[in-house]
């Protein structure tokens, strides 16, 4: 079952207190790492048994879209006391389901392990246009012939707790009772959303920035299934349009958001033919 207070809203305020986040907003590299620890283990975990997971939730900074493209993980040299070198984990990357635990299943990879300490992982090119996002590693052999992952006890600057938990055989999810595994991911913001375009062909939103109402149009090279949401800066939902099968050719929405504040907002077009994404400023 999975239990507990779900805690976004005031992780998210915590975020945005302590600025660890703000700060990557202020530099020019669009290559970054999210991280909860502090690079030295106070503490390991492994499963018994293989099938076991364990997995960290990234909140990525207050800006979408992104794209995960790798991370790290750190494995302990000394524990268990087994044969650690040439077993593997399971790798996986999840969206975030409405209860605020794993989702959809984005993708994964298989990670023989060949050293100790800190291994990097890459190869992953993952479109999160919104939201959250978890990396899991599967623990794929027994104790002690497996990998410890590290455990970061929090000394102040990093938010505690978020570690989850999945146990062998269960499709369930529990919030980790442990406080961070030390799992980190590299995000890429050099996918830039044009101001005026989107990735497919032949699709624009007008005027932009805008005061009262914008329009966004895009064309369809084939007759497709279309849903255009849009979301504010922090990645929560302001509108759906359920639009249904639309023909080949050029469409057209308008959006008028008299009571919204101003600011950043994104367009998602999901169709398809992809997920195409568009920054709209209100004044």
Known sequence: MKKGIHKKALLLLYLILTGIFIAHAQSDDPIWELKYDDGEP??????????????????PALSHPLKIIGGSFYI????????????????????????????????????????????????????????????????????????GIGI????????????YMRVAYSTDWTFGPYHNFMIRAVIDYAYEVGENKFELSGCRVYPNPFTTSTTIEYELTEPSHVQLSIYNAIGE???????????????????????????????????????????????
């Not at 389901?97 to 990670?111: K, M, R, V």
């Not at 100790?116 to 599967?138: A, D, H, K, V, Y």
Request: proline residues 8%.
């Open 42 to 59: 106070e503490d390991a975990f492994a499963w018994n048994n293989p099938g076991g997971r364990y997995a960290v939730k990234f909140y």
């Open 237 to 283: 939902t302001i509108y759906v349009a359920e639009e249904g099968i639309l023909p080949q050719g050029k469409h057209t929405f308008s959006w008028t958001p008299e009571r919204l504040p101003e600011g950043m907002y994104y367009g998602v077009l999901r169709s398809e033919e992809g997920v195409s994404v568009v920054k709209m400023v209100k004044q």
């Open 76 to 147: 302990l040299s000394d524990w268990p006391s087994g044969q650690i070198i040439g077993s593997s984990l399971l790798l996986e990357v999840y969206n975030e389901d409405t209860a605020g635990y794993p989702g959809e299943l984005l993708d994964s990879q298989l990670i023989e392990i060949d050293s100790t300490g800190w291994i990097e992982f890459s190869g992953l090119n993952i479109l999160l246009p919104e939201g959250m996002f978890f990396i899991s590693l599967q623990q794929m052999s027994y104790a002690p012939d497996c990998p």
């Open 152 to 163: 970061d006890v929090p000394q102040g600057g990093y938010p505690p707790n978020m570690s």
